[in-house]
């Protein structure tokens, strides 16, 4: 009876919160940074009145984990005498958290949906009932330990008492923990998508150094890694890099740029050695190139240097430059291409090839 007392207001807030967060114009990421930022009470709390969206149910996959990695040889025998009467028993905590994150793999959805509705056919394609009713079963077993009182307030009183032990160092082996994650993350979506992405298998194949990229493709990686069950931004790949191996990492620095994702891809493949700004790598090729030129004896004037290194700026951000890039900033406030003819001449055309195979 307490408990559903407690549940019945802890329900009405969770509705009111739902509806206020729904009113407001934003995006997806936006409403998960707000259901992550939830108390771990509060998730505990959700997950037994019913409320196991994706979102929520990842949120507290992720606080169990940061207990799990902290729980003392008293706290795992506590779990496992609690866990012992549950349906069905659980050892362990670890055990739990695997069964969440399997809930949530698409894989497994089809896996439950052919054991359960295929009947022995070899071209069985699940429907879309047939997912959905698959994902509830799955996602309703792995929630059941949520549904027993002493479980849920021996997982919040463990957490309580490891919270008041935490110092700085094991704040920062935290941060450690959840870089490694995000790297992990990042390592498994390269696997998983190295066949069917381009841009992904240009970097794995590349063995001369130079890039053939398509813009597009290299923003849609980006925009990839944003979406379930991934959600790591490139920024947050870098900075977990740094963390981790500052020594082999430079910062990433103020200037946001998409390109960076090239970089942190190499990196992750094991096809260079040290990670740096993509806009870093490109300004040293470019230096490179120019005094290439002067040793043949081209000597550029102060308008060719100052055309140069708007293409090189140009190429760090969009991977390539042709004629067609002289109508866009800031070269179309310059004249646009017919001053860029008249600066090099006949050499133009020399220049933007060189700089297309060489920056890159």
């Known amino acids: 009876i307490a408990d559903?007392?407690?549940?019945?207001?802890?329900?009405?807030?969770?509705?009111?919160?739902?509806?206020?967060?729904?009113?407001?114009?934003?995006?997806?990421?936006?409403?998960?940074?707000v259901v992550k930022a939830f108390t771990m009470e509060?998730?505990?709390?959700?997950?037994?009145?019913?409320?196991?969206?994706?979102?929520?149910?990842?949120?507290?996959?992720?606080?169990?984990?940061?207990?799990?990695?902290?729980?003392?040889?008293?706290?795992?025998?506590?779990?496992?005498?609690?866990?012992?009467?549950?349906?069905?028993?659980?050892?362990?905590?670890?055990?739990?958290?695997?069964?969440?994150?399997?809930?949530?793999?698409?894989?497994k959805h089809l896996e439950r949906a052919r054991l359960k509705f295929a009947?022995?056919?070899?071209?069985?394609?699940?429907?879309?009932?047939?997912?959905?009713?698959?994902?509830?079963?799955?996602?309703?077993?792995?929630?059941?330990?949520?549904?027993?009182?002493?479980?849920?307030?021996?997982?919040?009183?463990?957490?309580?008492?490891?919270?008041?032990?935490?110092?700085?160092?094991?704040?920062?082996?935290?941060?450690?923990?959840?870089?490694?994650?995000?790297?992990?993350?990042?390592?498994?979506?390269?696997?998983?998508?190295?066949k069917d992405m381009a841009v992904l298998r240009s970097i794995m194949n590349n063995t001369n150094g130079h890039l053939k990229l398509n813009f597009d493709e290299v923003r849609a990686l980006s925009r990839e890694l944003r979406?379930?069950?991934?959600?790591?931004?490139?920024?947050?790949?870098?900075?977990a890099y740094y963390r981790t191996d500052s020594a082999r990492v430079r910062p990433i620095g103020e200037l946001k740029n998409p390109a960076n994702i090239i970089a942190l891809t190499q990196f992750a493949m094991g096809k260079i050695d040290v990670l740096e700004p993509f806009r870093d790598k490109v300004d040293r090729k470019f230096n490179d190139w120019i005094n290439s030129n002067v040793s043949n004896g081209r000597i550029f004037t102060e308008d060719e240097l100052e055309w140069l290194k708007m293409m090189k700026t140009y190429i760090s951000s969009f991977l390539e430059i042709n004629m067609t890039s002289f109508n866009q900033p800031p070269f179309v406030n310059k004249g646009g291409a017919s001053r860029a003819y008249n600066i090099f001449g006949h050499d133009l055309n020399r220049i933007l090839y060189e700089l297309n195979e060489k920056l890159i």
């Open 4 to 33: 559903i007392g407690a549940a019945i207001p802890l329900a009405f807030l969770c509705y009111m919160a739902v509806e206020k967060i729904s009113a407001i114009p934003t995006k997806k990421e936006t409403v998960q940074e």
């Open 42 to 107: 509060s998730l505990v709390q959700s997950v037994a009145i019913g409320i196991r969206d994706e979102s929520t149910l990842t949120s507290l996959i992720e606080g169990l984990t940061r207990i799990e990695k902290n729980l003392t040889d008293k706290d795992k025998e506590e779990i496992k005498n609690v866990g012992s009467h549950l349906d069905p028993p659980a050892d362990n905590l670890k055990e739990i958290i695997n069964n969440m994150i399997s809930s949530l793999d698409v894989e």
């Open 119 to 194: 009947k022995g056919e070899k071209a069985y394609s699940p429907s879309d009932k047939d997912m959905k009713q698959s994902i509830e079963e799955l996602i309703f077993e792995a929630c059941r330990p949520f549904d027993d009182s002493k479980f849920r307030y021996l997982i919040l009183e463990i957490k309580k008492r490891n919270t008041q032990l935490m110092n700085t160092s094991s704040l920062e082996e935290a941060a450690k923990e959840r870089s490694h994650d995000i790297i992990y993350r990042f390592k498994i979506f390269i696997e998983s998508n190295k």
């Open 227 to 239: 979406k379930p069950p991934y959600e790591i931004s490139p920024d947050e790949i870098w900075n």
